[in-house]
């Protein structure tokens, strides 16, 4: 991604979902999605640059 297209300097993940409803009646499909979209799709969105932005981040004072 980075020979391509460059350093990412900001990554902006605004995927949100919500499950509305009776728990009861909220199939596994529909409970499985909230982290799916919520945790899952911001780890997949943040894995790949990760490596790039830790080795481009400053240390020491």
């Known amino acids: ?3 391509e297209f460059g350093d ?5 993940s605004k995927a949100d979902s919500a ?3 009776p ?3 909220l199939s596994g ?3 499985q999605r909230q982290p799916d979209v919520n945790f899952l799709g911001i780890a997949a969105l943040t894995r790949p640059p990760a ?3 830790s080795a481009s981040t400053p240390t020491g004072p």
């Open 8 to 12: 990412i300097d900001i990554l902006v």
């Open 19 to 21: 499950t509305r409803g």
């Open 29 to 31: 499909a529909a409970l």
């Open 23 to 25: 728990l009861e009646q």
């Open 1 to 3: 991604m980075t020979i």
């Open 51 to 53: 490596p790039n932005q």
